[in-house]
């Protein structure tokens, strides 16, 4: 064999692969973007300067929306370059985008207001934009497989969901229960086997963004089946509750803890806790909850493994990765394992913005205005 050959084109090989950002390469060490851009505009004045801006991937992972205070921009996920932007401020000066999404054709953006201004608003590529009125404000909006519905939810119960066709025609207003879509494999809602069908995770971001009573936020595993809550008490209390449903609905097992934060695994064999965990239903509170422990607990509510927190943060599950999670500190995303031994990694403010694509494959990241997408690692048994 040619060595020299060979190890001119491994070279070569390495370079390429260095210029395309690939990180598929290892599971170890700091992950690099497979770009970054700068997404900013400076035409805001006022309150609307200090608008948070908001992200969100169409179903199909081929492009995500940035709002800003100024516009909503469309960005190829491929290349990173903007596909297009919808300037609503040079439409109507009053218009807040407090949520966003695209279509799955990444021809069409709808923005959700918020307390303050109650609208919705879908802008196609071409065409004028149309506006829906919602009694409540807006906490989600989201599109239909088909991109030609949307989906929209507000914090105004019962009747707290709209769908409308993206012209602007409302179609149904409902509670969230009866709400005439598709709900994939989830039975707690009646729903409409006729309706328009989402994207399951764009279902859950449509039920656990309104007033749900005590519950505050709930996550599934990847087949909707088991289904992870965490519930905080009115009042302030420092105790939360955090509880585990079978597919059958029925309550698994559930905990007290202080300074909750919960994940679920994809294939749903394990949950993950963080904070401390109550020994007995009259326990104090904790002087410090948050400095507490991770705790790792199977489908029986057993703990299989407990570590003390080494630095505050804040729980983040992996999509496709049964074997792993993410904890989030205040400057970096870090991978470990179910032994708590790290991996991966990614620089990364703990006020970043994290959304992972569709598909499970990489991850957005925005700080600021700078952006950039990742691929992941492949998961050990994937």
Same mark, same amino acid.
């Given at each position: 064999?040619?060595?020299?050959?060979?190890?001119?084109?491994?070279?070569?090989?390495?370079?390429?692969?260095?210029?395309?950002?690939?990180?598929?390469?290892?599971?170890?060490?700091?992950?690099?973007?497979?770009?970054?851009?700068?997404?900013?505009?400076?035409?805001?004045?006022?309150?609307?300067?200090?608008?948070?801006?908001?992200?969100?991937?169409?179903?199909?992972?081929?492009?995500?929306?940035?709002?800003?205070?100024?516009?909503?921009?469309?960005?190829?996920?491929?290349?990173?370059?903007?596909?297009?932007?919808?300037?609503?401020?040079?439409?109507?000066?009053?218009?807040?985008?407090?949520?966003?999404?695209?279509?799955?054709?990444?021809?069409?953006?709808?923005?959700?207001?918020?307390?303050?201004?109650?609208?919705?608003?879908?802008?196609?590529?071409?065409?004028?934009?149309?506006?829906?009125?919602?009694?409540?404000?807006?906490?989600?909006?989201?599109?239909?497989?088909?991109?030609?519905?949307?989906?929209?939810?507000?914090?105004?119960?019962?009747?707290?969901?709209?769908?409308?066709?993206?012209?602007?025609?409302?179609?149904?207003?409902?509670?969230?229960?009866?709400?005439?879509?598709?709900?994939?494999?989830?039975?707690?809602?009646?729903?409409?086997?006729?309706?328009?069908?989402?994207?399951?995770?764009?279902?859950?971001?449509?039920?656990?963004?309104?007033?749900?009573?005590?519950?505050?936020?709930?996550?599934?595993?990847?087949?909707?089946?088991?289904?992870?809550?965490?519930?905080?008490?009115?009042?302030?209390?420092?105790?939360?509750?955090?509880?585990?449903?079978?597919?059958?609905?029925?309550?698994? &097992?559930?905990?007290?803890?202080?300074? +909750? *934060?919960?994940?679920? !695994? /994809? $294939? %749903?064999?394990?949950? @993950?806790? =963080?904070?401390?965990?109550?020994?007995?239903?009259?326990?104090?509170?904790?002087?410090?909850?948050?400095?507490?422990?991770?705790?790792?607990?199977?489908?029986?509510?057993?703990?299989?493994?407990?570590?003390?927190?080494?630095?505050?943060?804040?729980?983040?599950?992996?999509?496709?990765?049964?074997?792993?999670?993410?904890?989030?500190?205040?400057?970096?995303?870090?991978?470990?394992?179910?032994?708590?031994?790290?991996?991966? &990694?990614?620089?990364?403010?703990?006020? +970043? *913005?994290?959304?992972? !694509? /569709? $598909? %499970?494959?990489?991850? @957005?990241? =925005?700080?600021?205005?700078?952006?950039?997408?990742?691929?992941?690692?492949?998961?050990?048994?994937?």
């Amino acid at each position: 064999m040619n060595f020299d050959r060979f190890n001119r084109l491994l070279a070569a090989t390495l370079t390429t692969i260095a210029i395309a950002g690939s990180n598929v390469s290892t599971q170890t060490g700091e992950l690099q973007p497979l770009w970054s851009i700068t997404v900013e505009d400076h035409q805001a004045d006022g309150a609307a300067a200090n608008q948070p801006m908001r992200q969100a991937w169409s179903a199909g992972g081929t492009c995500f929306a940035i709002s800003t205070a100024v516009a909503v921009h469309v960005v190829d996920a491929a290349s990173g370059r903007e596909r297009w932007r919808w300037n609503f401020r040079s439409h109507n000066r009053l218009i807040r985008a407090g949520s966003v999404a695209v279509s799955p054709q990444c021809d069409t953006v709808a923005v959700g207001g918020d307390t303050n201004y109650k609208y919705i608003w879908i802008a196609k590529r071409t065409g004028r934009p149309a506006s829906l009125k919602t009694t409540g404000s807006p906490t989600a909006v989201v599109f239909s497989k088909g991109g030609d519905m949307v989906a929209v939810r507000t914090a105004s119960p019962p009747a707290d969901a709209y769908l409308a066709s993206v012209d602007g025609r409302l179609i149904a207003h409902s509670d969230i229960d009866t709400f005439p879509i598709q709900w994939p494999y989830n039975t707690a809602h009646a729903g409409d086997p006729a309706g328009p069908e989402f994207a399951f995770g764009d279902a859950v971001r449509l039920e656990s963004s309104g007033v749900m009573g005590l519950i505050d936020h709930s996550q599934y595993s990847d087949d909707g089946r088991w289904i992870l809550r965490l519930s905080t008490p009115p009042h302030g209390s420092v105790w939360e509750y955090v509880s585990l449903l079978t597919p059958l609905g029925a309550l698994a &097992w559930s905990k007290t803890i202080a300074c +909750a *934060d919960a994940i679920i !695994a /994809p $294939d %749903g064999r394990w949950a @993950l806790l =963080r904070g401390e965990i109550a020994k007995r239903e009259d326990a104090a509170a904790p002087d410090d909850p948050c400095a507490g422990s991770l705790y790792l607990l199977d489908r029986n509510g057993t703990t299989v493994r407990q570590r003390a927190l080494e630095q505050r943060g804040h729980l983040i599950a992996l999509p496709r990765d049964s074997d792993g999670f993410l904890f989030h500190d205040a400057s970096r995303l870090q991978r470990y394992d179910l032994q708590f031994r790290p991996s991966w &990694w990614i620089n990364a403010v703990g006020d +970043a *913005d994290v959304t992972f !694509a /569709p $598909d %499970g494959t990489r991850i @957005l990241i =925005r700080e600021g205005t700078g952006v950039r997408l990742f691929k992941l690692p492949r998961p050990p048994s994937g």
